[in-house]
């Protein structure tokens, strides 16, 4: 269950709070299964980044002929593009997200606790604070990791530079755009990422609690049973399920737009802005 300041006695037993937390265990199993999660959804991530930088006329229209593009030229590896990048600079980011979550959630909770608002509601609140402010301490160290190895994804692609690997990247960036280069989009990722984890977390915590109260397991209610791992586990899903569908609304065709920047040419996409303007004025 989501770590917060209350206990719930009809779930019959107390939420985790953050000082009593086996802060050892905390790190190593939830950087295990990041990493677990991170190995098994790359690949997706590869594809979803060349389709969002194909120019008109690019053969590759959809993620079906992406992928066997991928596996035709280069195998499996061809889908794991930049995943040692994104795995030696995303455990960082995890751990400063996952503490900041944490202890903002604690705070929030306390500051909603006096406000007349329904269990829903005040996790709603505190739990969308919490990831909105753990997304803005993220960002800080993952947006460099994500200019890389997004580069590292669509190099050789559609007219992109080759690399040799994510330290020649940086390197390049560095030599030809300094320090901002690798902050490409820094703006636009927290535009993106920081609502968007506000929403994901604000989802989690109150629809869980809806599903909780739903299913006769709050706290008017006279049961105290405690509920099945089974069902705690099917909550948290369908929970997780919710939260996610209400986040991709707004990260979508926003992170479209900080993937093209990150990897094109600003000043190619000012220009196709322009022409496109142009063209749909005079046209």
């Not at 753990?134 to 050789?156: E, N, R, W």
């Not at 690399?163 to 390049?172: E, F, I, M, N, T």
């Amino acid at each position: 269950m989501d770590s917060a300041t209350q206990t719930n006695p009809a779930f019959g037993q107390a939420e985790v709070n953050w000082d009593k937390l086996d802060k050892t265990k905390f790190y190593t199993v939830g950087a295990g299964l990041f990493t677990g999660l991170t190995v098994a959804l790359y690949p997706v991530s590869v594809v979803k980044t060349r389709l969002q930088v194909a120019s008109k006329d690019a053969v590759e229209r959809n993620a079906l002929s992406v992928i066997k593009g991928l596996l035709k030229s280069e195998g499996i590896p061809g889908l794991y593009r930049g995943f040692g990048t994104v795995i030696t600079g995303a455990v960082p980011a995890r751990i400063i997200f996952l503490t900041a979550l944490e202890t903002t959630k604690i705070a929030a909770f306390k500051a909603v606790e006096p406000l007349s608002l329904s269990e829903p509601a005040k996790a709603a609140v505190a739990n969308g604070v919490a990831g909105m402010t753990s997304s803005l301490f993220a960002q800080a160290v993952f947006v460099p990791i994500d200019v890389v190895s997004q580069k590292l994804m669509v190099q050789g692609y559609a007219g992109h530079t080759a690399y040799s690997g994510g330290l020649d990247v940086a390197r390049k960036i560095l030599k030809s755009d300094g320090v901002r280069g690798l902050y490409r989009g820094f703006g636009l990722s927290v535009v993106t990422y920081s609502p968007s984890s506000a929403v994901w977390w604000a989802s989690y915590g109150s629809s869980q609690r809806v599903i909780w109260s739903f299913l006769g397991h709050d706290n008017e209610s006279q049961e105290l049973s405690k509920p099945k791992e089974s069902t705690i586990m099917l909550v948290q899903a369908v929970g997780g399920i919710i939260a996610g569908a209400t986040a991709s609304c707004i990260t979508t065709p926003l992170d479209t737009i900080k993937t093209r920047l990150q990897v094109i040419c600003i000043f190619n996409a000012i220009g196709s802005f322009i022409f496109s303007l142009h063209k749909y004025v005079y046209d």
